[in-house]
């Protein structure tokens, strides 16, 4: 089993940045994907960013520009630097982990809220 711990998580102002960290432990032969979801209040969880072990990153239409997501392989790592942050990234933040045999994991999520 795979534990995901997230933080970086906060209140921003518009147009201001944060970035989020989650690490990885517990039983990792390696992560195949890791990447980040988000639910606003009332919403369906969508997906932010993932990423592959080789570093092809996959982005959301909706942050596209503004965010980017990285991973340290060797220290089961990745990363959200969330840049230009809009009213609309309120959200709970989750991160993601995907092995090899397509089981994921969730981190148990951290909130970001951007003020207007």
């Known amino acids: 089993q795979v534990q995901l711990v997230e933080s970086g998580g906060g209140l921003v102002q518009a147009g201001g940045s944060l970035r989020l960290s989650c690490a990885a432990s517990g039983n990792i032969v390696s992560l195949k994907t890791m990447g980040w979801y988000r639910q606003a209040p009332g919403k369906q969880r969508e997906l932010v960013a993932v990423i592959v072990s080789g570093g092809r990153a996959t982005y959301a239409d909706s942050v596209k520009g503004r965010f980017t997501i990285s991973r340290d392989n060797a220290k089961n790592t990745v990363y959200l630097e969330m840049n230009s942050l809009k009213p609309e990234d309120t959200a709970v933040y989750y991160c993601?982990?995907?092995?090899?045999?397509?089981?994921?994991?969730w981190g148990q999520g951290t909130q970001v809220t951007v003020s207007s």
């Open positions: 993601t982990a995907d092995d090899w045999v397509g089981f994921r994991s």
